[in-house]
């Protein structure tokens, strides 16, 4: 079964450090283009970065470009994401997603679950 | 930036009805579009790609059509199981964007 699994999100001051990771399964991990979309609680999505999966070409939303760092390893199928500088507007559940190609420039067709991150003092 | 615009907001129908949702972009993008439905709690899923491809196992009575600027998601006949929002979504190029949903309500 092809599915992705988030974990690391939790509670983090305003200013703070988080790192997700998305394990991945059920295909060829390098293959595929990654993602990351958050949600905040009853709002819409908001699609936050991408990472080819070829080159490693990396693409952030503007919100959050100079704070997070998005990166793979291909050799464990998993996706990571350092968010540093956090702010209370950070505040979402962070799903992982699966490209439908390898390129960023795709649908995304396999979500995870989602991993809750809080920003608050 | 390229933005997406989702009409209606919100949409009020019942079962058995015909309803559609638009999806306008700022820009031309082609036919790089997809539509997603999310149910309350639960996680995005993928309809359609490229303005009008269904994925498999999606039901006959979901169609979308457009390219360039406008999009249009149609459910033929709603279904209960078809009340949720749904999210148009451009994907070519960085940034990605999602329009700002559209919920299905029932009547």
């Known amino acids: 079964e092809v599915q992705v699994l988030e974990s690391g999100g939790g509670l983090v001051q305003p200013g703070g450090s988080l790192r997700l990771s998305c394990a991945a399964s059920g295909f060829t991990f390098s293959n595929y283009a990654m993602t990351w979309v958050r949600q905040s609680p009853g709002k819409g999505l908001e699609w936050v970065s991408g990472?080819?999966?070829?080159?490693?070409?990396?693409y952030y939303a503007d919100s959050v470009k100079g704070r997070f760092t998005i990166s793979r390893d291909n050799s464990k199928s998993t996706l990571y994401l350092q968010m540093d500088s956090l702010r209370a507007e950070d505040t979402a559940i962070y799903h992982c997603?699966?490209?439908?190609?390898?390129?960023?420039?795709?649908?995304?067709?396999?979500w995870g679950q989602g991993t809750m991150v809080t920003v608050s003092s | 930036d390229i933005q997406m615009t989702q009409s209606p907001s919100s949409l009020s129908a019942s079962v058995g009805d015909r309803v559609t949702i638009t999806c306008r972009a700022s820009?031309?993008?082609?036919?790089?579009l997809a539509w997603y439905q999310q149910k309350p709690g639960k996680i995005p899923k993928l309809l359609i790609h490229?303005?009008?491809t269904l994925l498999s196992g999606v039901p006959s009575r979901f169609s979308a059509s457009g390219s360039g600027t406008d999009f249009t998601l149609t459910i033929s006949s709603l279904q209960p199981e078809d009340f949720a929002t749904y999210y148009c979504q451009k994907y070519n190029s960085s940034p990605i964007t999602f329009g700002q949903g559209t919920r299905l309500e029932i009547k």
């Open positions: 490229a303005a009008s």
């Open positions: 997603a699966k490209v439908q190609g390898i390129a960023v420039t795709d649908a995304f067709d396999i």
């Open positions: 820009q031309d993008i082609r036919n790089f």
């Open positions: 990472i080819s999966g070829s080159d490693g070409s990396t």
